[in-house]
């Protein structure tokens, strides 16, 4: 049985986005939600706004593509940086819970 409650406003999916519920698969990783989210245009301008960047388990995105994720898996870690600076000009302040470090820790 499939736990069922209300979605709030935090948790409902951008317009035209995929449904937020799919009974059956929110135990799983939608990589056709993960993809539509990645393809929502994205504007110069809301860019440059970008002054604070955070990623972390509570984030409103990740249960948009895997409703039930329990934080064990790798699929969410950010990977790499690469590109940030030029993609986000104004960024500040950084905030990173999902992480690897491609280096040994000392």
Same mark, same amino acid.
């Given at each position: 049985?499939?736990?069922?409650?209300?979605?709030?406003?935090?948790?409902? *999916?951008?317009?035209? *986005?995929?449904? @937020?519920?799919?009974?059956?698969?929110? @135990? %799983? @990783?939608? =990589?056709?939600?993960?993809?539509?989210? #990645? *393809?929502?245009?994205? &504007?110069?301008?809301? #860019?440059?706004?970008?002054?604070?960047? /955070?990623?972390?388990?509570?984030?409103?995105? &990740?249960?948009?593509?895997?409703? @039930?994720?329990?934080? %064990? /898996?790798?699929?969410?870690?950010?990977? /790499? #940086? =690469?590109?940030?600076?030029? *993609?986000?000009?104004?960024? &500040?302040?950084?905030? #990173? =819970?999902?992480?690897?470090?491609?280096?040994?820790?000392?």
């Amino acid at each position: 049985m499939t736990p069922q409650r209300r979605v709030g406003p935090r948790h409902r *999916a951008p317009d035209g *986005a995929l449904p @937020y519920w799919d009974n059956g698969r929110d @135990y %799983e @990783y939608r =990589e056709e939600a993960a993809e539509d989210l #990645l *393809a929502r245009p994205v &504007t110069a301008a809301q #860019l440059a706004g970008v002054r604070s960047l /955070s990623w972390h388990t509570s984030s409103a995105a &990740t249960p948009l593509i895997w409703r @039930y994720w329990d934080g %064990e /898996s790798a699929d969410f870690d950010v990977m /790499s #940086l =690469e590109g940030i600076a030029g *993609a986000l000009p104004n960024l &500040t302040v950084l905030r #990173l =819970e999902l992480s690897r470090s491609r280096t040994s820790p000392r």
